[in-house]
């Protein structure tokens, strides 16, 4: 039995379009997967200083400057909860960062709650003690380190000037 080139085609791209329509279905709920954080984030047990009433609220980044001003005043009536203020030595300012879409409040937890319910809201997180390492120095090898150390012979004879073109040569390239 003979068959023509075309049908065996045809069977072929209609069999590679059931294998992916079934691959694509099965691999859609992917969105659903990655979101596995909770919008209303308490410090964990293992937390560093957690305090108690501090939160941080990241606002969703699909609002502009303004609307997030505008979201930060909102939640601050809705929920009667206050700004924080900044660190030293910027103290007397508060602490509402529209441009990055984020704000400190003072709130008791059930009100961080409903805040992080609100739907502009992406995040509510309880501020803690961050842990940092900073070097306090550098190993001895780079701090000794001086030109001289470093064994590098200077070049002899002129150096080339990088804005000076070289000189035209009279032999043709070959």
């Known amino acids: 039995m003979k068959y023509s080139t ?19 279905a099965l691999n ?13 984030r308490p410090a964990g047990p293992n937390a560093k200083n957690p305090r108690p009433d501090e939160w941080g ?7 502009s400057t303004e609307e997030c001003d505008r979201e930060i005043d909102r939640i601050l009536l809705q929920y009667d909860a ?10 007397d300012k508060p602490a509402r960062y529209p441009h990055f879409h984020a704000a400190y409040l003072r709130a008791p937890a059930e009100r961080a709650k409903q805040i992080a319910e609100d739907e502009a809201v992406e995040s509510v997180t309880q501020n803690q003690e961050m ?3 900073v070097p306090t120095s550098l190993p001895k090898t780079e701090q000794n380190a001086t030109p001289s150390s470093n ?15 070289p000189p035209k040569s009279d032999q043709p390239d070959s």
């Open 131 to 133: 842990q940092m390492i």
């Open 28 to 40: 859609s709920n992917v969105n659903a997967q990655q979101e596995t954080q909770p919008k209303f």
């Open 151 to 165: 064994n590098v012979e200077p070049v002899k004879g002129k150096r080339p000037n990088p804005n000076k073109k």
């Open 82 to 91: 206050e700004l924080m203020h900044q660190a030293a030595p910027n103290e």
């Open 6 to 24: 075309r049908l065996v085609a045809t069977a072929f791209c209609a069999l590679a379009l059931i294998l992916s329509a079934k691959y694509i």
């Open 57 to 63: 609220v990241s606002f969703k980044q699909s609002l």
